[in-house]
């Protein structure tokens, strides 16, 4: 036995023979026909096509014998193949391999074999076709011939099966791809359709090939009514299909992956922005086929990213923008941030503040520690208050801060602060408070009134002296219309028409207006006289405080003695010529007109009166000097020389005249002095009972004279007061009692000066006589000058008629009061109250 070749020429043997997986081929009744061929031209009683296996030797065609396989090398087949041509065996007895018993083959023994080798188109030998014989004999040259034809067509036959095998395979092979194809499609489109993303296929063109479910949610289309048209025949919105078509065109000529955004417009006419990425197929050329795009809608989170850009570019533009200073710091106090308007406002650059601990700028002594301020924030959450920085010019800048604590879930917590610069205003706060003090205070202090009214005549604000005057409460006041309510007639009663009212006036020309006779309306119904002065309130643009206040500083500052009652109505020759200059004041808006008037019944009737003074005082100091002039004419003359008698009674007339005429006139001069507060009081603590007794002492000549008994009940009173005033009212008043008493020689009439305390700080004195009395409309008159109840009183009494005008000016200059009770025919009382002590005020 010869061992199985394993050479590189077997190896490449069994090689072909793998190609033709004769094994997996079903019998091909062909073979054997070839077989018998060879036989019958061979004209031998057995042919068999063998093919060489590893270990064995397999029929695949065969005549006159039925065995399938036999024992490599138990017949000649191996030589057959390493030969080239026909191998013969012509007497297998012969031979020294086969001898004595022949080939066996089958269970029969041969003694002729001629086999030609089966090569493969590449001439790899892989078998044998081969005839045998029982007996020895050889092939003659055509069977050779037809023998290497035969097996030329069993290789061809082998190659068909080959051919026809791989045919099938192919054709399987297809049908098995096209059945995966279609389970992977289904899957792609299912998948496709359970994606949330927006997938769509192009073709080369732009036409869609696939539009999954999503696509058709998002955009309301059916694929299939998409399929086979253009995106831009109905998803792209008109105006951005250029644009689309370029960038299809640059997808297309393979620029992959590649990524971009457009629109859709539903089938509702909705916009959907969508961001797309998109990836090319390529076919076995390397040529695209198809675009896949993949999209996902971000039509929310664009209009979202917008909104956050321009929200928060409006963020910073508010906060470089803002004129307020926003900065953020972290709990321990280190600024983290400051816009550039809040770093200047305290001389500093945005870089010089970052960084630094918030205590580094505080002004010094002003915040000792931050501690209350972050705890605060800590406990709340914000904080608000003043912070008082300091300028890198070490000027103290106070900025009122609302600060908040934002806590980042993902981030330290820090502290938004936003503060507002409020030094100047402070500064002006703190001008205009004091201002507003000073004009509240001169408003409040000035004896005038002063009202001011806006453009409809309300009244906006009123001075407590001219509420007084008026009657009214000011808030009465505020809010009414003045002229209606205090100014609605002329002096003459005739009604005022408002527009044509000096204070209107004042408005429409804007300057100023004094008047002097015209009259105010009280609550109850009455006028009374006024001179006012009328100026308009001018505002102008830059002003921030009203004209008013501060044209009401400037009088008073320029007053001389610095007396406020006079800033106002009792206006200075020169500043009146300056309110009343014609030109407008200030440039500006009128806003109001402020009145400052002065109630001028008290002036007229002292005018009044001081005519009737003179005129009385000349009546009076007429008469003793007409008597005089007489009396002393007659002496002169010597009319009366030879009536010596006559003369002496003439001079005791012009005494007794030049007499009245000193009293009046120490009167005069008493009353005027202590009237104006020229004579000054040396108060001490007096006693009633001493100073009463001085009195009647003073008195005793005329007291007898008249008949009068006194009564003194001092009741140890003592009173704080100069007592020589005292002592004059006293005799004053006794000296009228004594004279109004009745004038009886045999009825004796009695005066009482009686004393005691009302209060602990008031002392009532009161001096009772039993004379005639005082009709009871007489009882205040008699206080006024050249007052009398008769006017005989002052010839027969000898009285003056300033007696009871002295006693009430020393007794108000003490700050007491003085009056009369009286019953007539039965005798009259005067009382005055003097303070008991020094601090004791009296009403
Ligand atoms: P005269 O100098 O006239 O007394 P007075 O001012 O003292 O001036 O008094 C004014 C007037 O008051 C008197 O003229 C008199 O008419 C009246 N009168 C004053 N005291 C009394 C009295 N005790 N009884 C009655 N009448 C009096």
Request: charged share 20%.
């Amino acid at each position: 036995m010869i061992e199985a070749p394993t050479s590189g020429i077997e190896q490449q043997r069994l090689d072909a023979l793998a190609r033709y997986a004769l094994a997996e081929v079903p019998h091909d009744p062909a073979l054997d026909d070839l077989a018998r061929l060879a036989a019958q031209l061979c004209n031998s009683p057995v042919a068999a096509i063998s093919i060489i296996e590893r270990d064995q030797v397999v029929l695949i065609g065969r005549y006159g014998t039925e065995i399938e396989s036999a024992p490599r090398h138990s017949i000649p087949c191996e030589t057959t193949i390493s030969g080239e041509g026909i191998y013969q065996i012509p007497d297998a007895r012969r031979d020294p391999e086969w001898s004595p018993g022949g080939i066996p083959f089958g269970d029969r023994r041969y003694r002729f074999y001629a086999g030609a080798p089966i090569l493969t188109p590449h001439a790899v030998p892989i078998g044998c076709l081969a005839v045998l014989d029982t007996a020895a004999r050889k092939l003659t040259l055509a069977q050779v011939e037809s023998l290497e034809s035969l097996s030329h067509a069993v290789t061809t036959r082998l190659e068909l099966i080959y051919r026809v095998r791989e045919t099938d395979y192919s054709a399987r092979e297809r049908l098995r791809v096209e059945s995966a194809l279609t389970v992977e499609r289904n899957f792609v489109s299912a998948v496709l359709d359970t994606v949330g993303a927006l997938v769509v296929v192009f073709d080369t063109a732009g036409r869609i090939v696939r539009f999954n479910r999503a696509c058709e949610i998002i955009s309301g289309y059916k694929s299939a009514d998409l399929v086979g048209k253009y995106a831009w025949e109905r998803l792209i919105p008109e105006t951005d299909v250029p644009a689309y078509i370029e960038s299809f065109d640059r997808i297309r000529s393979g620029q992959f992956p590649t990524t971009y955004e457009n629109y859709w417009v539903a089938a509702d006419g909705t916009r959907r922005r969508i961001s797309w990425s998109a990836t090319a197929l390529v076919d076995s050329q390397r040529q695209v086929a198809f675009i896949i795009a993949t999209g996902i809608d971000v039509t929310v989170q664009r209009i979202a990213e917008t909104t956050i850009r321009e929200s928060e570019s409006r963020y910073r533009q508010i906060v470089e923008g803002s004129l307020g200073m926003v900065a953020t710091h972290g709990l321990g106090g280190v600024i983290l941030s400051i816009n550039q308007y809040g770093a200047q406002g305290i001389g500093r650059r945005v870089e010089d503040v970052v960084g630094h601990p918030l205590t580094s700028f505080l002004y010094p002594n002003r915040h000792t520690t931050l501690e209350p301020y972050v705890q605060q924030l800590l406990r709340t959450g914000e904080a608000q208050g003043l912070f008082h920085l300091q300028h890198l010019n070490g000027e103290e800048r106070v900025i009122a801060y609302r600060n908040r604590l934002v806590e980042p879930r993902d981030g330290a917590p820090y502290v938004l602060a936003f503060g507002v610069d409020i030094t100047e205003q402070i500064r002006a706060e703190e001008q205009l408070r004091a201002l507003i003090r000073q004009s509240n205070s001169v408003l409040e202090s000035v004896g005038d009134g002063i009202f001011g009214i806006d453009l409809d005549g309300r009244c906006t604000v009123v001075n407590p002296a001219a509420a007084q005057m008026l009657g009214y409460r000011p808030e009465e006041l505020l809010g009414r219309n003045m002229l209606d309510l205090v100014h609605h007639t002329r002096s003459d009663g005739s009604p005022y028409v408002a527009s044509q009212s000096p204070i209107a006036l004042a408005l429409r020309n804007r300057t100023t207006v004094r008047v002097s006779n015209e009259v105010f309306w009280r609550k109850d119904g009455a006028s009374f006289p006024v001179e006012y002065v009328a100026r308009p309130q001018i505002e102008t643009a830059e002003e921030t405080l009203p004209v008013s206040a501060v044209e009401l500083q400037q009088p008073l500052a320029e007053q001389p003695n610095g007396d406020a009652t006079a800033s106002i109505a009792s206006v200075p020759q020169a500043q009146q010529a300056r309110l009343t200059s014609p030109a407008p004041i200030v440039e500006g808006r009128a806003v109001g007109v402020v009145v400052a008037f002065t109630d001028i019944s008290e002036r007229n009737a002292l005018d009044r009166m001081k005519d009737e003074f003179i005129s009385t005082v000349s009546h009076e100091l007429r008469t003793p000097l007409t008597s005089l002039r007489a009396a002393l004419g007659l002496v002169a003359a010597g009319a009366l020389n030879a009536r010596p008698e006559r003369i002496k009674q003439m001079m005791e007339i012009a005494i007794g005249n030049t007499d009245r005429l000193v009293r009046l006139v120490n009167d005069i001069l008493d009353l005027e002095r202590i009237g104006s507060g020229k004579a000054e009081l040396h108060r001490t603590t007096c006693s009633v009972d001493e100073l009463m007794r001085r009195t009647v002492a003073l008195l005793s000549a005329a007291a007898q004279k008249a008949n009068v008994r006194f009564v003194i009940e001092a009741n140890n009173v003592q009173v704080y007061g100069d007592a020589d005033r005292i002592l004059q009212t006293l005799t004053n008043l006794v000296s009228n009692a004594i004279k109004f008493s009745p004038q009886s020689e045999t009825l004796i009439s009695e005066i009482r000066l009686t004393a005691h305390n009302v209060t602990p700080d008031e002392a009532l004195i009161e001096i009772e006589d039993h004379g005639r009395g005082i009709p009871s409309d007489k009882l205040q008159q008699i206080f006024e000058r050249f007052k009398q109840v008769d006017a005989s009183d002052s010839r027969d009494m000898g009285g003056t008629g300033l007696g009871l005008a002295i006693c009430r000016s020393i007794v108000q200059q003490h700050g007491g009061t003085i009056w009369a009770t009286s019953e007539l025919g039965q005798g009259s009382t005067f009382h005055f109250t003097l303070p008991t002590h020094p601090s004791g005020h009296l009403g």
